[in-house]
Nanobody, 126 residues
Framework: QVQLVESGGGLVQAGDSLRLSCAAS????????MGWFRQAPGKEREFVAA????????WYADSVKGRFTISRDNAKNTVYLQMNSLKPGDTAEYSC???????????????????WGQGTQVTVSS
């Protein structure tokens, strides 16, 4: 069992930066692929980024590539999402998720993730 708690969301202006954190419980954190997803009102949940269990590989949605960076610190059981050059279109609730499957197959499919946090709201004003 893994419990995930996100933090770091808030209200910012376009062009600003935010760093989201996701703290995980449990001693098996380092064995999970970790991902970030977001969901805007009236829209489906959308893949943002994922990082391999070791942190050596990462994957991004095209919409955030070059602006967002995912990283993890296995010693602190924490995964981060650094978000730069934020746009109003990035406004959403952001959730982290843990996936036991280690391959990159269907890495962006939320149905392949086993545990989810409650989410943190990010609002970007123009």
């Amino acid at each position: 069992q893994v419990q995930l708690v996100e933090s770091g969301g808030g209200l910012v202006q376009a062009g600003d930066s935010l760093r989201l954190s996701c703290a995980a419980s449990g001693r098996t954190f380092s064995s999970y692929v970790m991902g970030w997803f977001r969901q805007a009102p009236g829209k489906e949940r959308e893949f943002v980024a994922a990082v391999s269990s070791s942190g050596g590989n990462s994957w991004y949605a095209d919409s955030v590539k070059g602006r967002f960076t995912i990283s993890r610190d296995n010693a602190k059981n924490t995964v981060y999402l650094q978000m730069n050059s934020l746009k109003p279109g990035d406004t959403a609730e952001y959730s982290c998720a843990a996936r036991a499957r280690s391959s990159a197959y269907l890495i962006g499919d939320p149905g392949t993730y086993n545990y989810w946090g409650q989410g943190t709201q990010v609002t970007v004003s123009s």
